[in-house]
Each structure stands twice: as C-alpha cells, then as structure tokens.
C-alpha cells in the first residue's frame, strides 16, 4: 500500500450575497470579511512535487515501511491459516471418501472445519482492520504535519502560496522558477529532527 502525502496551502475568498426581491430588508448586512487585496505582481507563489516529497521525506518513508512490514506480516500470517484451514478440507473430504471415519467423526471434523474457518473470518476482519485503522490514523498525522511545516515554510520565506505538484493534477505547469522541492524537503527534514527531539526521541 502506497501511502502518498499532500499539503497545500491558499488563499479562499467567500462572498454572500442576499437579496430578497419586493421585500423591505429586516436584517441588518453581516460584517464584510476583512480581506487583504493583494497586487498579482507581488503575489509569491511556489510549487513542490508531490513523488520527491514522498521519496524525500525521511519520516514520511519511514512510516510508510512500518506500515508494509504489518501488512506482509499479517497477509503471511493469513496466507498460512488459510493455507492449513484447506489442508484440514482435504483431509475431510479424503477420510470421507475412503470411509476412513464414522458419522460421528466426521461430524466432528466438520465442527472442527466450521470453527477454523471462523476464526480465520475474525482475523481477517480484525486484524485487517486495525491495520486499516492505523495506515488512516498515520495519513491523517502526515497530512497534518506537511501542512504544519508548509505553513512554517511559507512564513519563514515570506511565500504567499505554496501549492503541491502531481501528475494528473489541476494544474499541468509550473514555471520551472518556481520549484522549491529541494528546499522544501530539506526543510521539513530539519522540522521534522526538531520535533523528534521535543519528543525525546
């Protein structure tokens, strides 16, 4: 499972507009938002790429490993239970057609089957789940501490816009000027060992 990360951040404007045709206005107008007007040719924009900040992102890499060594973890676990659940199966089916075990027997078997084959369901909902759980809960924390460290890039070098470039995405070019990818990783890097060492780690 490919975990991949973005942030963006910009600049909204909402406008409201009420009117209430032959009617004598009862309400009085709600404050106008208090938005700056900012001239085009002094508007600093900046754009990343999305693949460099997944394959550059130390922490971003790093958990995305944590994460596929559970699932291989959990998908060999699986593949084994299931693997003796059909084993089981065959040996059934072969003990009955050879009329090897009595009714009896093979009622039990087939108990004993109907149990297995439970219990490999409750794993596989179980512990998949809380692997889905986690892989979200982890997407949720890097999405919030790119944009955390976007918003501190954009402070630090007074960027007015700092926008996330993937294939496919809304916009399909940049001028190239505007690339801070290298800059960019390096910096959420840097925040990243600064808060590593907040937490004591």
């Known amino acids: 499972m490919k975990l991949i990360y973005s942030a963006l951040i910009g600049l909204s404007i909402a406008t409201t507009i009420t009117s209430c045709s032959g009617q004598e206005k009862k309400d009085q107008d709600p404050k106008a938002p208090e938005v700056p007007t900012v001239d085009p040719q002094g508007l600093k924009m900046a754009f990343y790429n999305s693949d460099s900040l997944n394959s550059g992102f130390d922490y971003l890499k790093k958990q995305d490993s944590l994460i596929k060594i559970k699932q291989e973890r959990f998908q060999k676990e699986y593949q084994s239970r299931e693997n003796n659940l059909r084993q089981f199966y065959q ?31 409750n794993y596989q909902q179980t512990e998949g789940g809380k692997l889905q759980e986690e892989a979200a809960e982890m997407q949720t924390v ?60």
Do not use: W
């Open 91 to 121: 040996r059934m089916v072969n003990a009955q057609e050879k009329m090897l075990v009595s009714s009896d027997e093979l009622k039990k078997m087939g108990e004993q089957y109907q149990r297995q084959e439970q219990s490999l369901m």
């Open 142 to 201: 890097l999405n919030n501490r790119v944009s955390e460290f976007a918003k501190r890039y954009c402070e630090k070098y007074k960027l007015d816009i700092l926008m996330m470039h993937a294939p496919g995405g809304q916009f399909t070019y940049y001028n190239p000027k505007m690339d801070v990818t290298e800059s960019f990783i390096e910096f959420v890097n840097a925040e990243q060992k600064k808060m590593d060492n907040d937490l004591g780690k």
